[in-house]
């Protein structure tokens, strides 16, 4: 891989985006380290400066179209042109149909959705000019349907129509799309999930396990492994693809 390479990765404060940026810039890449607070960002910037990696941290609304042009011009100026996207920036607004908002859907679909549309469209400018790119979406098992979550299966399930077209549009100029669909990941989101439902996380962790073929939940490094080889040279007649990273078949 050329050195020069530089990648952006949306949610990257914590969990599974800052895992997969810390693996970006041990694999050599500059990383535009994107998340809603830019002084959140600090750790992830930490772990990749401390290790010799160059990374910079940017405050950017993923939904807000200017926010997405100002920090993608930023690690343009600051990195290099990004030929590299993980959308991976997300947030959960869970409840029963009858009880979920207006709001709880739109708040869902503007970051995952318009997020990824508004981060793809700007990031494909460079990727399509320099003859080569990556895309990686990240999508979930919650795409499959999930309770409480009509809003972010949604929103996950049309990430992994727009990946498919994102590798049809832009496989001609040399740029692979594909999306991760993780399962239980041991990670804030899913705390949170088991703060609601009113289990203690060890035990939630635990009976979720036990329901996985492999017999564990998945970590942030199993993702941020796949997306380190997707990203990759040796990947690039793998495109439009949907990977279920769950411990056992799931699609």
Not at 2 to 13: E, M, Y
Not at 27 to 48: H, K, Q, R, Y
Not at 116 to 124: E, G, I, K, N, T
Not at 166 to 184: C, Q, R, S, Y
Request: aromatic fraction near 6%; hydrophobic fraction near 45%.
């Amino acid at each position: 891989m050329t050195q020069s390479r530089t990648a952006i990765v949306t949610g990257a404060a914590r969990g599974i985006g800052a895992a997969i940026a810390v693996r970006l810039a041990q694999d050599g890449f500059a990383v535009g380290v994107v998340d809603l607070d830019e002084s959140s960002c600090t750790e992830t910037i930490a772990a990749i400066t401390s290790a010799g990696g160059r990374a910079i941290a940017v405050g950017a609304d993923v939904s807000s179209s200017a926010d997405v042009e100002a920090a993608v011009r930023r690690v343009t100026e600051e990195l290099g042109a990004p030929t590299v996207l993980v959308n991976n920036a997300g947030i959960t607004r869970d409840n029963l149909l009858f009880k979920m908002s207006d709001e709880d859907w739109d708040a869902v679909m503007g970051v995952h959705l318009r997020g990824s549309f508004l981060m793809s469209r700007a990031v494909q400018a460079h990727q399509t000019e320099a003859g080569w790119g990556r895309v990686v979406n990240l999508s979930s098992v919650s795409a499959l349907g999930n309770r409480g979550q009509a809003n972010y299966s949604t929103a996950k399930a049309g990430l992994q129509g727009f990946t498919k077209t994102l590798a049809v549009e832009l496989g001609k100029f040399g740029v692979t799309a594909n999306a991760i669909a993780p399962g239980f990941i041991e990670s804030e989101m899913t705390a949170a999930t088991a703060e609601r439902v009113g289990v203690p996380y060890e035990d939630f962790k635990k009976g979720a396990a036990e329901q996985i073929p492999v017999r564990r939940v998945g970590q942030p490094s199993d993702i941020a492994a796949t997306v380190s080889f997707l990203v990759s040279e040796e990947a690039g007649f793998i495109s439009g693809q949907v990977i279920y990273i769950a411990g056992g078949p799931r699609d």
